[in-house]
């Protein structure tokens, strides 16, 4: 990360920003020109090394992808369902091989059979009305259930937005501080992965000196199995933009980012109608209702890269820099988005603020469990009966989500990987230990993460799922450290190398490779692999006895 290049971008704040230029350059062939990026460069200041780097870092702006029309989800949860091979096949049949690329993931997850055409995405039965989809004449609309187990917070059916907006105006009557003091009490944690309370965070920006400050949604759910980041933002979209105005309101911040990711066509162009509503009614803008606060948002779509899901390097995204992660301290509280305080924040963690500030703390504190308060949406993939978005109390057991949510499996299933690439591996032997809450996980040695689940299938080999996630990180990787860099590449190779060539595996250099990994990485992409790797190894010992030396 360069603070010089963070004060450039930030030169022409949010309005016209380098980083959305680029996207826009892509959408006529695919890749920017040359010219068009020397251009940028000397608009923003930057050298142009700095916009080349940039631009050659995503999948959508590569030249491989350059005049492609159609792209199959490559994620986890299509892969272990076995549709990607016939996806591929009919689109190549019908397109033609040089015109079909890749995508990950498209947050089909329910249905699986996933691609993107024009702008749209499709999933499950969609591939056999090729002749429709390119008519246009095919629904776009897709169907999966959502559902809950105790308390609903995020899932119940939508207020009328004028209902719903009035405890914006009671909010703005309140000091941040007695907002704050709520947040705080209700121990409302991180549903991003880290778990970190928000009171803390927005507590940290809002000390920290400065006029320009920022809050950012992260809408970059990249983990294979998770669409419940999207399912917000499609069908309770205003619970997300009134937590981050609450969230910009607690800490000062006049104005929201939301980063989403392209791979949801459909979120970004529901996310920019719910904002133009807020804009008519004036919800949003200068001095709203005459409280003095002013507060408006920028959406910046993603360009197909997992790594801008981490929280500085999505920073780093925004300002136009080569995504790599930052090395912290300083957090982005004290030097964020363009060196201002900013809190990013995950969009369920958000979209629960609404419901802290108009119940109050100790109301969201007394749901769940101990240090897991709330609630917690959960993913279901294309392998249970009824898939689907559930929301849950935290402490759930996930045996509940299993057999009464999810009513059990369409097929035998050996594994679930729940959590996203750097969640667990959790054999069906451990159903029984765990509920959905951040610390039954950790005490198990898995991880709740986002609580997406890929289900891997009887018949499908660990070891294929373990290059899988070796090839997912080396492709993802930032490349700011060593360890996971090469680490992921390597150890890509040796899978590679065992199942192909037989090539056996010394045991001893691979946990070397994955202790270094594991404690030598920069940020938990190359830090998380390890621990899926690890479960495989311990619960699928058996089954990869044979890649390994004796
Ligand atoms: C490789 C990687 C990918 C991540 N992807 C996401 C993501 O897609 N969405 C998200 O909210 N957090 C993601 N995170 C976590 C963020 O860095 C950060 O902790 C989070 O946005 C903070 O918000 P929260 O406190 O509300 O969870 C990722 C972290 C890593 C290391
Ligand atoms: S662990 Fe990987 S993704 Fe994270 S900083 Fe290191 S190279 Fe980048």
Not at 18 to 34: D, I, K, M
Not at 403 to 424: D, Q, R, T, V
Request: proline share 5%; net charge neutral.
């Amino acid at each position: 990360m360069s603070k010089n290049l963070s004060e450039l971008s930030g030169r022409k704040g949010l309005d016209k920003n380098l980083f959305e230029e680029l996207g826009v350059l892509a959408r006529e062939s695919g890749t920017p020109n040359a010219k068009d990026l020397d251009l940028l460069a000397e608009e923003f200041l930057f050298g142009k090394a700095n916009v080349f780097g940039t631009t050659s870092f995503y999948d959508f702006l590569r030249p491989q992808n350059k005049g492609k029309k159609v792209f199959v989800c490559n994620g986890s949860s299509c892969l272990t369902a076995g549709t990607q091979n016939n996806i591929h096949a009919a689109l190549q049949k019908e397109f033609g091989s040089d015109q079909v690329g890749e995508m990950c993931c498209l947050g089909r997850c329910h249905e699986n059979g996933a691609f993107h055409y024009n702008g749209s995405n499709y999933s499950g039965q969609a591939i056999a009305h090729l002749d429709d989809i390119k008519r246009d004449v095919y629904p776009k609309q897709e169907s999966y259930y959502v559902g809950s187990y105790g308390q609903q917070i995020l899932t119940s059916t939508p207020q009328d937005p004028t209902a719903f907006y009035a405890l914006w105006k009671h909010a703005l009557n309140q000091t941040p501080d007695a907002l704050l003091a709520e947040l705080k009490a209700s121990g409302l944690r991180g549903r991003g992965g880290a778990g970190f309370p928000i009171g803390f965070k927005l507590e940290s920006a809002k000390n920290t000196p400065g006029t320009a400050k920022f809050v950012v949604c992260n809408a970059d759910e990249g983990d294979p199995g998770a669409y419940s980041d999207r399912y917000l933002l499609e069908q309770q979209v205003h619970l997300v933009l009134l937590g981050m105005m609450l969230a910009g309101y607690v800490m000062g911040a006049s104005a929201g980012v939301l980063y989403i990711r392209a791979e949801y066509p459909k979120s970004i162009e529901n996310t920019r109608i719910a904002i133009e509503f807020l804009r008519q009614k004036g919800y949003i803008g200068k001095d709203i209702f005459g409280s003095g606060f002013n507060f408006d948002f920028k959406i910046i779509p993603g360009l197909g890269a997992y790594i801008c899901g981490e929280e500085t390097a999505l920073l780093s995204s925004i300002e136009g820099q080569r995504p790599e992660v930052r090395v912290r301290p300083p957090y982005p509280t004290q030097q964020g988005l363009f060196n201002k305080p900013t809190v990013v924040n995950n969009v369920e963690t958000l979209a629960n603020i609404p419901y802290v500030i108009k119940n109050g703390g100790a109301a969201f504190a007394a749901l769940g469990k101990g240090k897991s308060s709330g609630t917690k949406l959960v993913s279901l993939d294309g392998f249970f009966n009824r898939p689907g978005i559930y929301e849950v109390e935290m402490g759930t057991p996930l045996k509940v989500v299993i057999e009464e949510l999810g009513m059990g499996f369409k097929s035998p299933i050996k594994a679930m990987h729940i959590g996203g690439p750097l969640g667990g591996l959790v054999p069906m032997s451990k159903i029984g230990d765990l509920s959905i809450d951040f610390e039954t996980f950790a005490s198990q040695k898995f991880l709740l993460g986002h609580a997406s689940v890929v289900c891997l299938p009887n018949d499908y080999p660990i070891i294929d799922y373990i290059e899988h996630l070796f090839q997912f990180t080396a492709h993802e990787s930032c490349g700011k450290c060593f360890p996971c860099r090469l680490g992921s590449t390597r150890g890509h190779e040796l899978i590679k190398g065992a199942k192909g060539d037989g090539d056996k595996i010394d045991a001893v250099l691979f946990d070397d490779l994955i202790t270094t990994m594991e404690i030598g990485s920069l940020c938990a992409l190359g830090g998380g692999l390890p621990l899926p790797i690890r479960n495989a190894l311990q619960y699928f010992k058996e089954e990869l006895i044979p890649y390994f030396q004796a």
